[in-house]
């Protein structure tokens, strides 16, 4: 009996001791991440509804970690905001997607767009708003030419400094962008009292809405009310031609998903802008 409740025990406490350690490994490494340089970035298009042409892209983090092998954003994300890394990792993806962007810009006819993420803790950081006005000198890019994307998280604190800094990062010209928008502590509030450009639809409700009426029905629901506050829509997580068309049809400007381009790497973005122009 002895013998079986040690067992019981050692299964009911490894899986539990195995994943902090797991976790702090992850920390561990991600903070070597840098220098040794297995960062990347991959930039998904985000299309005008009934076109074949872009000029908005989201960056997304990529890590290929020597020892974990790849790691998705997902998994070491959440890590990096535990541990705080989130506010350096940060600020390596927004200087090397303005160098990016600089690049691209330089050779392309339309004004280019890049979308990044943004951290609660790192919106929060003092000063984070000149780091922006900063960067964007540093690079001669429009302000209207960077958007980042925050989360309902965020808007969640609603307190004076995060108003302040969306206040000041849109005086700049600079786009707010909401994020996974429903899935969160959705309040309808938010939305006229901080400044916003962009709602993202979810993934989810798009893809809910091939299956019923029901969820076709609330995604219309949500355009009308983006429209009718002035914001423009993005939906993500496109997968078929059936939901782009409908998307389209009911209003939807921007369409972001596998379906019309997955995430891909800088040298093939550059390739697809020069078909473009
Ligand atoms: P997100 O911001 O919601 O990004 C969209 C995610 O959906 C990306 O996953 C993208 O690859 C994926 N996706 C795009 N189109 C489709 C589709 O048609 N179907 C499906 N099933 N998925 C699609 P990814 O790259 O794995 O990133 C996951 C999350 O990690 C992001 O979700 C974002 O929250 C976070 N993340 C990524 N890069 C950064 C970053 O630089 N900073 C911060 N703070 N977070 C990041
Ligand atoms: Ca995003
Ligand atoms: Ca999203
Ligand atoms: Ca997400």
Not at 86 to 112: F, K, N, P, R, Y
Not at 127 to 139: E, N, P, R, S, T
Request: aromatic letters at 8%.
């Amino acid at each position: 009996a002895k013998q079986q409740g040690r067992n019981r025990w050692v299964c009911f406490r490894q899986p539990m001791l195995e994943r902090s350690k797991q976790l702090l490994f992850i920390d561990t490494e991600l903070k070597q991440a840098i220098v040794r340089q297995e960062l990347s970035l991959v930039y998904q298009p985000i299309y005008h509804s009934g076109t074949p042409t872009f000029t908005k892209m989201e960056a997304l983090l990529r890590w290929h970690s020597r020892s974990l092998g790849v790691v998705g954003p997902d998994r070491f994300i959440p890590v990096a905001e535990e541990s705080g890394y989130i506010v350096q990792l940060g600020h390596w993806v927004l200087e090397q997607t303005c160098q990016q962007l600089a690049l691209w810009q330089q050779s392309s006819q339309d004004l280019l767009v890049m979308s990044v993420n943004v951290s609660a803790l790192q919106l929060n950081q003092p000063g984070f708003a000149d780091v922006i006005k900063q960067l964007l000198q540093q690079y001669q890019l429009q302000p209207a030419q960077l958007e980042l994307e925050i989360t309902e998280r965020v808007l969640l604190d609603d307190s004076a400094e995060v108003s302040a800094v969306l206040q000041m990062l849109t005086a700049l010209g600079v786009q707010i962008s909401l994020d996974d928008f429903g899935t969160g502590y959705s309040s309808l509030s938010y939305l006229s009292r901080f400044p916003l450009q962009t709602l993202k639809i979810d993934r989810s409700f798009v893809q809910a809405m091939s299956d019923n009426d029901r969820s076709r029905d609330l995604v219309r629901a949500i355009v009308a009310m983006g429209q009718s506050l002035q914001l423009q829509l993005v939906a993500e997580g496109v997968e078929t031609q059936e939901q782009a068309g409908a998307l389209t049809l009911l209003g939807c400007q921007f369409l972001q998903g596998y379906y019309l381009a997955r995430p891909q790497s800088a040298d093939q973005i550059s390739q697809q802008l020069r078909q473009l122009s």
